[in-house]
């Protein structure tokens, strides 16, 4: 505590101001800081703050690309001490993805040891891991002790760091950039540098050239993990004009022939962004629920470069369909949002289109020229005062000597005379071709300049060299002057660097050949299920308690089959796989299984509930064969129901599609196609009632229409038939008895009816 007395009039001071007005500065100034100096890269380098106070500290640390390589640790310590008062893991996390040439199309830094992989694994640690810059990060400082950019003070006042790198190239579009800011993000993909560079050409020539030109010499982004573009042209142009968009990319595959006609898919290069590991995961998912069921495994066998097997189930797929499912069905297609949000100028945060951005980056590079150019006419100028001062020591080298000699104040003696020109002791003068200066004093720095000279410059051959270094030094000056006077020849400087760097790190080069080609998408259709499944004959066979299975072939259906104790025998027919079956459902639900996908015949098979999502207390009303462009006549207990299509019978989930709408107490009765052009209906008092199937409706879904009306009990029956054959059933001897005079039971819809012939079977049921 301090020893001062404190006055006890004066009083501390409370300032009392709304909590919304508090909380609403306080969090504005939060989102401001979040916006400006982490989560937005600047459009003049594309860095944000951490990355170029990464690549700055590694300036420091002298760690070129032609150096040796330092600690992780040692960089990542040195970053948040001098430049970034941030936790050591983000820095070294934002440091290792420079380094990761899966993410970044250009890397800035040179990473040795383990710094993490496509596969999606993180880095090592730090103290692990070396370090050092790019060749290509080091043309992003150029300038930087050129008085290029301005520079701030550090976060403690003890350095100084730039505000932003002289940038030799567009970084922001050449590696792309990431963040989530308040309220807003950004979201930028890689491109390819010698296109970029030749866009900036374009628009040298021609400020006001249109979008549509632009993005002919800027077609796409080019992602550092390759892929294919498969983006409508219109759509990446209108992606490029507003800033905002997205890019559909799919990855590169091709067929490798294995001999005697079998084959498989070998994908090279996988979209940008897309963890390998996490792909093989969802694909070895798709073969596992068989959701394409033409795929049959996926191996990965990637060493040094992807390589990703996929194999099909039969030889006779069509390839393109198969990777058409799986670009539909997996990470083997994605899409990169494009959203171009970056800071004008590091203040103004703004969505930009493809053309202002390139025009950010080429008014800042002007500049970066303007500001080196300024600061090398100031070393000249200061040469040349130098170099004056050295030819007039030659000149007059006697009285200089003599003044250095005996004057007890040499500096302020050398300043106070008037040199003028002196006679030489050389015969040859006439060998000097340039003249020496008039009359007049040397200034401090000359004074100072001749003092500190050495004694062996005092050769003939240096007043030479001196001489021809002034009439060099002042053609540089004089071309540099007209530099600053004509903004013609700034643009053609820039050009020309521009042109140096395209020449180092362009199309030209391994580094800079393009990696993501274009292609257009086909659209990926439904592909019917008798395309995907090798087609052949099963016995479906379903046990009374539920439990399925499919034995191969098209096995003999009176042979008895085994069951578990207490079970039997209650569905068994002929199928194929590629056949959908549906399962009614007691609850009017109608579940869709494939026969494909249904257990192999060795054992009892698996329960179906298990299979679809048929509650317990829900009956197993029948297991159908769908075919299209069928009609079925369902009903419910109670006695109502309507024609649905069977197209709205398949149900695309587990949970099934309910069909039938019933009440309390009431279930489903029966589903049965419809064949001709009358219904007859029986129910449980035995009265039949027949009546033409027009007076039914034709519904996707709903409760239907009353089929015949009850006292008690409910519906035992119902099929259709052709009026003019006549109405089969089978007698309690087996025999099948045809009825052609149905006229006593003839009569409209949702009436009683009449008792049945003498001979109706006695389960009431016209089939068994």
């Known amino acids: 505590m301090s020893d001062t007395p404190q006055d006890p009039k004066i009083e501390p001071i409370t300032l009392a101001e709304p909590l919304s007005r508090a909380i609403g500065e306080r969090y504005l100034t939060y989102a401001l800081s979040t916006i400006m100096h982490r989560a937005l890269p600047d459009a003049r380098d594309g860095l944000k703050p951490v990355h170029r106070r990464i690549l700055f500290a590694m300036r420091e640390l002298r760690l070129s690309a032609t150096g040796g390589f330092r600690k992780s640790a040692k960089?990542?310590?040195?970053?948040?001490?001098?430049?970034?008062p941030h936790g050591d893991a983000a820095i070294y996390d934002a440091m290792a993805r420079l380094a990761q040439d899966f993410n970044q199309r250009y890397p800035l830094v040179d990473g040795q040891g383990n710094f993490g992989n496509i596969d999606g694994d993180n880095p090592a640690a730090a103290r692990y891991t070396e370090a050092r810059l790019t060749a290509i990060a080091e043309t992003l400082m150029e300038g930087l002790a050129e008085n290029a950019v301005d520079f701030r003070p550090n976060y403690d006042g003890t350095l100084e760091e730039p505000e932003v790198m002289p940038a030799a190239f567009p970084n922001l579009l050449a590696n792309g950039s990431s963040g989530i800011a308040v309220g807003m993000a950004t979201n930028i993909p890689p491109h390819n540098l010698d296109e970029l560079i030749l866009g900036c050409h374009a628009l040298l020539k021609d400020p006001d050239m249109s979008d549509e030109a632009l993005v002919d010499l800027i077609p796409g982004p080019d992602f550092p993990t390759g892929g294919v573009i498969v983006e409508p042209r219109a759509s990446i142009l209108e992606a490029y004009r507003t800033g905002r968009g997205s890019f559909r990319t799919r990855a590169k595959w091709e067929i490798e022939d294995l001999g005697r006609g079998t084959w498989q898919i070998v994908v090279t290069q996988i979209p940008y962004q897309v963890a390998k590991s996490k792909l093989i995961e969802k694909l070895a998912e798709i073969i596992q629920t068989k959701k394409v069921p033409i795929?049959?495994?996926?191996?990965?066998?990637?060493?040094?470069?992807?390589?990703?097997?996929?194999?099909?189930?039969?030889?006779?797929?069509?390839?393109?369909?198969?990777?058409?499912?799986?670009?539909?069905?997996?990470?083997?297609?994605?899409?990169?949002?494009?959203?171009?949000?970056?800071?004008?100028?590091?203040?103004?945060?703004?969505?930009?289109?493809?053309?202002?951005?390139?025009?950010?980056?080429?008014?800042?590079?002007?500049?970066?020229?303007?500001?080196?150019?300024?600061?090398?006419v100031e070393k000249i100028d200061h040469r040349l005062e130098v170099l004056e001062g050295f030819i007039i020591t030659f000149l007059n080298l006697d009285r200089v000597i003599d003044i250095i000699r005996y004057d007890a104040e040499p500096k302020a003696a050398l300043m106070r005379e008037t040199w003028g020109r002196a006679h030489r002791r050389a015969e040859n003068e006439k060998d000097y071709v340039s003249p020496p200066p008039g009359e007049g004093?040397?200034?401090?720095?000359?004074?100072e300049a001749i003092l500190n000279m050495r004694l062996r410059s005092l050769r003939r051959l240096e007043e030479l060299e001196l001489l021809a270094e002034r009439d060099a030094l002042m053609v540089e000056r004089a071309g540099l002057a007209d530099l600053l006077e004509s903004a013609k020849l700034q643009w053609k400087q820039i050009?020309?660097?521009?042109?140096?760097?395209?020449?180092?790190?362009?199309?030209?080069?391994?580094?800079?050949?393009?990696?993501?080609?274009?292609?257009?998408?086909?659209?990926?259709?439904?592909v019917p299920l008798e395309a995907m499944i090798e087609r052949e004959p099963i016995t479906v066979i379903c046990s009374a308690?539920?439990?399925?299975?499919?034995?191969?072939?098209?096995?003999?259906?009176?042979?008895?089959?085994?069951?578990?104790?207490?079970?039997?025998?209650?569905?068994?027919?002929?199928?194929?796989?590629?056949?959908?079956?549906?399962?009614?459902?007691?609850?009017?639900?109608?579940?869709?299984?494939?026969g494909a996908n249904l257990p192999g015949g060795r054992g009892m098979g698996e329960p179906v509930r298990l299979m679809v999502d048929l509650p317990n207390d829900a009956e197993i009303i029948d297991l159908i064969i769908w075919r299209g462009a069928e009609k079925f006549l369902v009903a419910s207990s109670a006695g109502d129901g309507f024609v649905v299509p069977s197209e709205e019978l398949v149900?695309?989930?587990?949970?099934?599609?309910?069909?039938?709408?019933?009440?309390?107490?009431?279930?489903?009765?029966?589903?049965?196609?419809?064949?001709?052009?009358s219904v007859a209906v029986v129910g449980d008092n035995r009265k039949m009632l027949v009546f033409a199937l027009s007076e039914l409706p034709e519904m996707a879904k709903g409760k239907g229409v009353r089929l015949q009306k009850y006292k008690d009990g409910g519906l035992s029956d119902a099929t259709t038939f052709v009026r003019a054959a006549g109405l089969a059933w089978k007698d309690p001897a087996g025999r099948t008895r045809t009825e052609t005079d149905l006229t006593e039971w003839q009569a409209a819809r949702a009436t009683a009816g009449r008792m049945a012939p003498r001979g109706f079977p006695r389960d009431n049921r016209f089939t068994s």
């Open 295 to 376: 795929l049959a495994d996926v191996r990965d066998e990637s060493a040094e470069d992807i390589r990703i097997i996929l194999e099909p189930r039969v030889k006779t797929v069509n390839p393109d369909m198969l990777m058409g499912m799986l670009f539909k069905n997996s990470d083997l297609e994605s899409r990169f949002s494009l959203n171009l949000n970056v800071l004008i100028d590091g203040k103004v945060p703004k969505v930009c289109s493809l053309k202002e951005v390139l025009r950010a980056f080429l008014d800042h590079r002007r500049i970066v020229l303007r500001r080196r150019a300024e600061h090398r």
């Open 495 to 526: 050009g020309t660097e521009l042109e140096a760097i395209r020449k180092q790190f362009g199309k030209e080069t391994v580094l800079g050949r393009r990696r993501t080609l274009f292609a257009e998408a086909g659209e990926v259709e439904d």
């Open 75 to 84: 960089i990542s310590g040195d970053v948040m001490g001098n430049y970034h």
């Open 545 to 594: 308690m539920g439990w399925i299975r499919a034995v191969k072939g098209h096995v003999d259906l009176g042979i008895e089959q085994k069951f578990k104790d207490g079970d039997q025998a209650r569905f068994i027919f002929h199928a194929e796989t590629t056949d959908k079956i549906l399962l009614v459902g007691g609850n009017g639900r109608f579940y869709t299984l494939l």
């Open 651 to 677: 149900a695309q989930t587990k949970a099934g599609k309910q069909v039938l709408t019933l009440g309390a107490g009431v279930k489903t009765a029966l589903c049965r196609r419809v064949a001709g052009d």
């Open 441 to 447: 004093e040397l200034t401090e720095v000359q004074a």
